[in-house]
């Protein structure tokens, strides 16, 4: 049985903290679905497609890793895309509130499915999409933060113009 995971979130934008997470999850699961949250609560920086594109280039290279996207809970895509587990990164103690609340309630609304957390590489532990963000649009380098390849789609967008 083919043993799919799924890593959800906003990715605006996809962050080398992402990437770390979705390589290593691409070597234990068969394959790993990016699922792209298309109407969240907050207001994304990029639009949609735009995110999606970015994602899409920035894991080209690892061959069992697919990009969708998803709108409502979390647990029906997952169930949709057959699988029953959900990968989380947790990068410090202040991500461990918010995401035990989230697995736990995930696990009420659908029991079958599994949250499972990959600490996030200590070189990204700082990192955020936020931070990305703040540093492109006050012209600062996003080297070692961001897949090369994005680098000037991301300031052409929130740079200094
Ligand atoms: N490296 C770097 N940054 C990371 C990271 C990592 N490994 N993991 C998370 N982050 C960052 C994200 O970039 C984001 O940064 P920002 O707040 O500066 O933009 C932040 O941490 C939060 O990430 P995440 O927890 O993935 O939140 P999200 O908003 O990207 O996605 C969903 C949240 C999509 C998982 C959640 O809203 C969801 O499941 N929604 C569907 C509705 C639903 O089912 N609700 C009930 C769930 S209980």
Known sequence: MQRTAIYPGSF?????????IITRASKIFDKVVVGVLENGAKHPAFTFQERVNMLKVA??????????SFSGLL????KQEDSSVIIKGMRAVSDFEYEFQMALLNRKLAP???TI?????DKYCFLSSSIVRDIAKHGGSLEDLVPDELIETICEKLGKS
């Open 59 to 68: 894991v080209a290279g690892i061959p069992n890793v697919d990009i969708k």
């Open 112 to 114: 079958d499915i599994e």
């Open 75 to 78: 647990v029906d895509f997952v």
């Open 12 to 20: 605006d934008p996809v962050t080398n903290g992402h990437i770390d």
């Open 117 to 121: 957390f990959l600490a996030t590489s």
